[in-house]
């Protein structure tokens, strides 16, 4: 499927192929299936502990990050990636603490897979196969948990700190705007994308990303909420560059300079469904 030296990475469970696609193991014993038939598969965001319980080795810890960091990319780039569904020899709940537990068969799916919601707050990624469009419901989600496919949730500590827990903190626009800017910038480098910074160019986006083979793959207008700035808005400037540049996204950075700071990303004709957005009058 593209691999390079995919006989020396069998036992990795993601991989980056050819032309910057990613392939990701899909373990068969836990997909499920929601309304109208589709597949669907929960993700553990949790790298240090393993679905069926007990702590992951260093070993496992790291081939954890990197497949989260492949399916992670994929989710922010607004792309899909290829599976190939995996069965084991025995149960996968043991797969990671079993000899036993080699790769039966590992069989491509012609259908594309995609990074539906990711939720570092819940650790929980929900990866869907077919069309954007469809997400499991919150009781397809509950069920899908009870089949042992991703650690149990840690109970919220009580009352930890309450509100200290929170930024109580109020910014004001510009404050919000410079900690969004220094978060995608930091976010980007972070997974060896080269992001340059030209929102001071009047060209209708921020943050222009490329690999490292010098090709655009975004080209991102940048927002933020917080306490105080639970909205935004998005300039004529912006959406005429929305229309005009196939690669122009959206990407909002909730609770900016706070402790669940996180961020999705939207294509132009998803931007009104981004929480916080305040259409111009």
Same mark, same amino acid.
């Given at each position: 499927m593209g691999?390079?030296?995919?006989?020396?990475?069998?036992?990795?469970?993601?991989?980056?192929?050819?032309?910057?696609?990613?392939?990701?193991?899909?373990?068969?014993?836990?997909?499920?299936?929601?309304?109208?038939?589709?597949?669907?598969?929960?993700?553990?965001?949790?790298?240090?502990?393993?679905?069926?319980?007990?702590?992951?080795?260093?070993?496992q810890v790291?081939?954890?990050?990197?497949?989260?960091?492949?399916?992670?990319?994929?989710?922010?780039?607004?792309?899909?990636?290829?599976?190939?569904?995996?069965?084991?020899?025995?149960?996968?709940?043991?797969?990671?603490?079993?000899?036993?537990?080699?790769?039966?068969?590992?069989?491509?799916?012609?259908?594309?897979?995609?990074?539906?919601?990711?939720?570092?707050?819940?650790?929980?990624?929900?990866?869907?196969?077919?069309?954007?469009?469809?997400?499991?419901?919150?009781?397809?989600?509950?069920?899908?948990?009870?089949?042992?496919?991703?650690? @149990? !949730?840690?109970?919220?500590?009580?009352?930890? /700190?309450?509100?200290?827990? %929170? +930024?109580? *903190? $109020?910014?004001?626009?510009?404050?919000?705007?410079?900690?969004?800017?220094?978060?995608?910038?930091?976010?980007?480098?972070?997974?060896?994308?080269? @992001? !340059?910074?030209?929102?001071?160019?009047?060209? /209708?986006?921020?943050?222009? %990303? +490329?690999? *490292? $083979?010098?090709?655009?793959?975004?080209?991102v207008a940048?927002?933020?909420?917080?306490?105080?700035?639970?909205?935004?808005?998005?300039?004529?400037?912006?959406?005429?560059?929305?229309?005009?540049?196939?690669?122009?996204?959206?990407? %909002?950075?909730?609770?900016?300079?706070?402790?669940?700071?996180?961020?999705?990303?939207?294509?132009?004709?998803?931007?009104?469904?981004?929480?916080?957005?305040?259409?111009?009058?």
């Amino acid at each position: 499927m593209g691999v390079f030296d995919a006989r020396d990475k069998p036992f990795e469970h993601a991989w980056l192929a050819t032309g910057d696609n990613v392939i990701a193991t899909i373990w068969g014993e836990y997909v499920n299936v929601g309304a109208g038939g589709r597949w669907f598969l929960l993700e553990s965001l949790d790298v240090h502990h393993r679905p069926g319980g007990g702590e992951r080795s260093a070993n496992q810890v790291q081939r954890a990050k990197d497949r989260l960091a492949l399916l992670k990319r994929t989710f922010d780039a607004g792309q899909g990636f290829r599976a190939v569904v995996q069965t084991n020899r025995v149960a996968i709940a043991e797969l990671e603490s079993n000899k036993g537990a080699k790769v039966s068969t590992r069989v491509r799916d012609d259908d594309e897979w995609h990074v539906a919601t990711w939720e570092p707050e819940h650790k929980l990624a929900v990866l869907v196969r077919g069309p954007r469009g469809w997400e499991p419901s919150a009781e397809e989600i509950q069920a899908a948990k009870a089949r042992g496919s991703v650690p @149990a !949730e840690p109970e919220p500590a009580a009352a930890a /700190g309450g509100a200290a827990a %929170v +930024s109580s *903190a $109020k910014l004001s626009p510009a404050e919000v705007q410079a900690g969004a800017m220094d978060y995608v910038m930091r976010h980007f480098k972070g997974y060896g994308y080269k @992001a !340059e910074d030209v929102s001071g160019q009047g060209l /209708g986006f921020d943050i222009e %990303v +490329s690999n *490292a $083979k010098g090709a655009t793959l975004l080209k991102v207008a940048v927002k933020g909420t917080a306490a105080g700035t639970p909205s935004f808005q998005v300039t004529s400037e912006e959406r005429a560059s929305s229309v005009r540049e196939q690669l122009w996204r959206l990407l %909002v950075v909730m609770d900016v300079l706070g402790p669940t700071a996180q961020h999705k990303i939207y294509k132009a004709t998803e931007m009104t469904s981004a929480p916080g957005f305040d259409p111009l009058s």
